[in-house]
């Protein structure tokens, strides 16, 4: 028999698939203001905007304060009547358990642990050492953790009872932007006792067995200590990894990623649905290559300004280590870099998910290149209940083509998605194009040419056959040429718009030729608007319709 459990499943290497209900599942996602799943009454509100929205899946915060008011006394009415709630408007649930850590502070515990500083310690920091809202991980009892994880457990084994035999809930963030804020490390008595004491047997095993497969960020950052020998379980941490920010972020995230790792081990053996954690992600420098992927449009800062610790991509083989039971670590994404971001949090073929970025046209655009390119579970605007956003648009697209993704990634079809930015008359086109290869094919992708200001861009490609490619989104243009020596010409067999029919199935609609493929030398994916600058009387441009297209090519050879 099935199982109808929500799960992952690993097709091969880098690519994974969300299955809900026994099928594949495209995650067409949005995350809530904060505070808006307290209140069942509220999201009765939001619930058909989300569905006019075309989102099947909600990312909304359980406060660990709400659900554990008194200790060992558990109020779950709220959460119930939501997630009865999302299941009449067929909408889908990740969970983000707000506990011992959001955005880095500790703002949702409960007040009987706020209150009680002796018995949940408190991190410290500055130069002058002051307390501050971040719990400690450095505690000898785990008091801290404990009470975390068994309120984290608890609320597990009751979405496993109300929930386990629908799958409304499919999946759950683990605390949200762990990290400390404000220094590079606690300065706390109980943190520097565990900073002067030998560095743990287990993390200076991982340095010696996994250094190679380790990211180029931390191989890079300590290179010296370990070509000196000094990484040993005798060694202090700055006697090992020297005095730096970098070994004080290194300390945070061994402590931090052991204690959250904790938590979601506990809520795993309750309800073993997915479970990620997210990353509050450092600012790279402009230029910086990392990965081999040149990141540009941030300026840098350093650990304690981005939270210290947290599974940013520095660690991120820190957290992979020593929080086994987190399934992935998802970077939320608001600054450039996307692509190289996706990539770095591909990072030993991990599922990748983006739960939060940019809810306007430059977010929306990217959402292609996630999915298409890196094989995203999903993506996932911040704050989608605050009114309306070009994602809707985009999921109607998402919707169709979803069904044809899903089944790419299952049958192994090559395929690549891509965005082109929206930029201002007389500026620099900020995205150039590309060329893409495809066994035989060699595709130069570029937008759509137009007489006037070309639109945003958006799109996926796949190749279902030897010389057959499956199109999406808008905007673009392809022209083909062959890989072979002894090809003399490429073109067009046939370019057919496709559109959804009522069962969901494909159908052709259009035949498109003459001036919608510029007589045979592209094919042509045209923006939903055209500008058509000084030649509005001769509008040979058709603008986008179903934004879904199929294609032929051909060459011929000596």
């Known amino acids: 028999m099935v199982s109808l459990q929500p799960r992952l499943e690993k097709l091969r290497a880098g690519v994974h698939q969300l299955v809900v209900d026994g099928k594949p599942f495209m995650m067409r996602a949005g995350e809530l203001n904060n505070s808006s799943m307290s209140s069942a009454s509220f999201m009765r509100t939001v619930w058909p905007e989300m569905q006019r929205a075309n989102v099947n899946t909600v990312l909304g915060g359980v406060p660990w304060d709400q659900i554990e008011p008194v200790e060992g006394q558990f109020d779950f009415s ?302 996932s605007p911040f704050a989608i209940d605050s009114g309306e956003t070009p994602y809707t648009e985009h999921y109607l697209l998402l919707k169709q083509a979803a069904p044809h993704i899903l089944d790419a990634r299952v049958q192994g079809y090559p395929m690549d998605g891509f965005h082109f930015d929206a930029f201002a008359p007389g500026s620099p086109d900020p995205s150039p194009a590309r060329t893409l290869h495809f066994g035989e094919w060699g595709l130069l992708v570029e937008r759509a040419e137009v007489h006037g200001h070309p639109a945003a861009a958006y799109g996926i490609i796949i190749q279902t056959a030897s010389n057959k490619f499956f199109l999406i989104g808008a905007g673009y243009q392809i022209k083909f040429s062959s890989n072979r020596k002894d090809a003399t010409y490429t073109g067009l067999l046939s370019f057919d718009e496709k559109e959804v029919d009522d069962r969901g199935e494909l159908r052709t609609g259009r035949l498109l030729n003459g001036d919608e493929t510029q007589q045979g030398m592209a094919v042509v994916m045209p923006s939903k608007e055209i500008d058509f600058g000084d030649f509005w009387f001769i509008a040979m441009q058709v603008p986008a319709r179903t934004r879904l297209a199929e294609c032929t090519v051909y060459s011929l050879y000596e």
């Not at 759950?172 to 006792?193: M, P």
């Not at 370990?226 to 990894?241: D, H, M, P, V, Y």
């Not at 997915?274 to 402009?286: E, F, G, Q, V």
Request: a negative charge; hydrophobic letters at 40%.
């Open 78 to 379: 709220e959460l119930d009547q939501i997630i009865v709630d999302a299941r009449a408007h067929d909408i889908r649930l990740v969970l983000l358990w707000f506990g011992s850590f959001k955005n880095g502070a500790s703002q949702y515990p409960p007040a009987w642990v706020k209150l009680d500083p002796k018995r949940f310690p408190r991190q410290k920091v500055g130069a002058i050492p002051q307390t501050a809202n971040y719990l400690s991980v450095f505690d000898p009892k785990n008091r801290s953790r404990d009470a975390d994880a068994n309120a984290f457990k608890r609320l597990m084994e009751h979405v496993r009872e109300v929930d386990g035999a629908h799958g409304t809930v499919i999946m759950v963030q683990v605390e949200n932007e762990t990290g400390l804020l404000g220094d590079s490390r606690d300065r706390s008595e109980l943190a520097n006792a565990a900073f002067e004491a030998p560095v743990p047997a287990d993390l200076v095993e991982l340095f010696d067995k996994q250094w190679e497969t380790m990211n180029s960020t931390i191989r890079t950052t300590f290179a010296e200590q370990r070509k000196a020998g000094s990484i040993k379980a005798t060694s202090t941490w700055e006697e090992a990894f020297g005095k730096s920010k970098s070994t004080d972020e290194l300390f945070m995230a061994y402590h931090y990623a052991k204690y959250v790792g904790a938590v979601a081990a506990a809520g795993k053996a309750a309800y073993p649905i997915p479970h990620y954690t997210n990353a509050w992600l450092r600012n790279i420098p402009d230029g910086a290559e990392v990965d081999g992927a040149t990141v540009v449009g941030f300026g840098g800062i350093f650990p304690g300004a981005y939270p210290s610790g947290g599974p940013v991509e520095t660690v991120l083989d820190i957290w992979m280590e020593f929080a086994p039971a987190i399934d992935f670590f998802s970077p939320d994404i608001y600054m450039d870099g996307y692509d190289s971001t996706c990539a770095l949090y591909s990072h030993r073929g991990q599922p990748l998910f983006i739960p939060e970025q940019r809810r306007d046209e430059f977010g929306a655009i990217r959402l292609w290149s996630a999915i298409g390119r890196f094989n995203a579970l999903g993506t």
